[in-house]
């Protein structure tokens, strides 16, 4: 069974940054498809980024970047002048396009508060 553990959430003052990883227990990258997702209080979860299809969201689009490390099984998203919208907790997913599965980290918050 594949582990997908988040870390590097916070609380960080608007206009900060964060770097959120995100770990696998075993090498998933060429299998699966990576991406972020977050879910506000009270709003739906939502795709914030993606590896493959290099999907962002449009509030996100030109303050995250994702990248990953294969080497590392490790799976990266750069959150640059952050807003209080981006306040949720992040969840690291895999998806398997071929059986439609997929894996989810336990989250980490991120709250952008002054």
């Known amino acids: 069974q594949v582990e997908l553990v988040e870390s590097g959430g916070g609380l960080v003052q608007p206009g900060g940054s964060l770097r959120l990883s995100c770990a696998a227990s075993?090498?998933?990258?060429?299998?699966?498809?990576m991406g972020w997702y977050r879910q506000a209080p009270g709003k739906q979860r939502e795709l914030v980024a993606q590896?493959?299809?290099?999907y962002y969201a449009d509030s996100v689009k030109g303050r995250f970047t994702i990248s990953r490390d294969n080497a590392k099984n490790m799976m990266f998203l750069q959150m640059n002048s952050l807003e209080p919208d981006d306040t949720g907790v992040y969840y690291c997913?895999?998806?398997?396009?071929?059986?439609?599965?997929?894996?989810w980290g336990q989250g980490t918050q991120v709250t952008v508060s002054s």
């Open positions: 075993r090498s998933i990258f060429s299998i699966y498809v």
């Open positions: 997913n895999a998806y398997r396009a071929d059986t439609n599965y997929q894996l």
């Open positions: 590896m493959t299809s290099g």
